[in-house]
């Protein structure tokens, strides 16, 4: 079943806080082969609180996604400042794009992080494919 077209334009609320530390961002650079000299995250690093929020769209039973059916077809993100040890991150996720192709619905979606005082972070950008029925 097609996810219904008004979902573009809808906001989600914000994600749990995420607080970041220097074991987390170790962790992450680790699994990922990035390296760490103990300043600045990894320029991937905000992966980890978009993808919650990601989590929160793709499991939300009003939306109609069947999570089984999603690839990941896209990320980028843009920066105002990088993420370091200390941080409170959350998440607001907004479907910038929903469009219908050969069965498939494409979502574009656009994932604002900020820090515990509301200051943005960077901006998470995805493109998420829900396959349709076989």
């Keep these: 079943m097609a ?52 989590t929160g769209l793709m499991t939300d039973p009003d939306v109609g996604i069947s999570l089984h059916r999603v690839v990941h077809g896209e990320q980028r993100f843009t920066y105002t ?3 370091v040890a200390g941080d409170v991150l959350t998440a607001t996720l907004t479907v910038d794009t929903l469009r219908q192709i050969g069965g498939a619905d494409i979502l574009g979606t656009r994932s604002e992080i900020a820090d515990a005082d509301g200051r943005p972070v960077c901006t998470a950008f995805a493109t998420l494919v829900h396959r349709g029925e076989e």
């Design 81 to 83: 400042r990088p993420v």
């Design 3 to 54: 996810v219904d077209p008004a979902l573009a334009g809808r906001t989600f609320p914000p994600t749990d806080p995420y607080p970041v530390s220097r074991e987390k961002i170790l962790e992450f650079a680790h699994a990922t082969g990035c390296a760490y000299d103990g300043g600045a995250a990894p320029a991937t690093f905000p992966i980890v609180v978009a993808f919650a929020a990601m």
